[in-house]
Antibody, heavy 118, light 108 residues
Framework: EVQLVQSGAEVKKPGESLKISCKGF????????IAWVRQTPEKGLEWMGI????????RYSPSFQGQVTISADKSINTAYLQWSSLKASDTAMYYC???????????WGQGTLVTVSS | EIVLTQSPGTLSLSPGERATLSCRAS???????LAWYQQKPGQAPRLLIY???SRATGIPDRFSGSGSGTDFTLTISRLEPEDLAVYYC?????????FGPGTKVDVK
């Protein structure tokens, strides 16, 4: 069974850094793209970017380019989403999701809630 | 960027009724590049339909998708109480891959 297991909820202050993770189980991690999706009440679901763990090829949405970094460590079947300096507006639920045959997302992690507040 | 709009915002129906959800795109997404997701309260989204009309693994056949160009429809033929959720469409014809704002389905 395919599973994506994300790291736990985080509470951070503005300006702090953060790296959240997504570990894949039950499939060949290096063979499927992994996307990150943000969800907020105000903007709904937003595709942030995607990485191919096999060679770390990464693509970003223009809205998130330069704001976050997506990476992967294929030796431990884990993808990451990181911020160097968090803002209150980064408060959201973040999901990782495995790409299907095209850019739709057939398996999702359980979500990581990130709260940024002074 | 392709903008997706969904209607209605909320649909309130009784078990056994048919639900028809609409998704409209600001420009053509062709005949293949649209997916539908279901998100139940407190859960991650779940893929229902991809490539406009293909059901994802394990999805009951009461869920069906149709459409092309800029107008797409998700139909739930006979609502069940567990279908209470928000339903999102997503286009993947061009990056950034965008989602609609969702339709909330209430099962009375």
């Amino acid at each position: 069974e395919v599973q994506l297991v994300q790291s736990g909820a985080e509470v951070k202050k503005p300006g702090e850094s953060l790296k959240i993770s997504c570990k894949g189980f039950g499939y060949s991690f290096t063979s499927y793209w992994i996307a990150w999706v943000r969800q907020t009440p105000e903007k709904g679901l937003e595709w942030m970017g995607i990485i191919y763990p096999g060679d770390s090829d990464t693509r970003y949405s223009p809205s998130f380019q330069g704001q976050v970094t997506i990476s992967a460590d294929k030796s431990i079947n884990t993808a990451y989403l990181q911020w160097s300096s968090l803002k209150a507006s980064d408060t959201a639920m973040y999901y990782c999701a495995r790409r299907g045959g095209r850019e739709y997302f057939e398996s999702w992690g359980q979500g990581t809630l990130v709260t940024v507040s002074s | 960027e392709i903008v997706l709009t969904q209607s209605p915002g909320t649909l309130s129906l009784s078990p056994g009724e048919r639900a028809t959800l609409s998704c409209r795109a600001s420009q053509s997404v062709g005949s293949s590049y649209l997916a539908w997701y279901q998100q139940k309260p407190g859960q991650a989204p779940r893929l229902l339909i991809y490539d406009v009309s293909s059901r994802a693994t394990g999805i009951p056949d009461r869920f069906s998708g149709s459409g092309s160009g800029t107008d797409f429809t998700l139909t739930i033929s006979r609502l069940e109480p567990e279908d209470l959720a928000v339903y999102y469409c997503q286009q993947y014809v061009s990056s950034p891959f965008t989602f609609g704002p969702g339709t909330k389905v209430d099962v009375k």
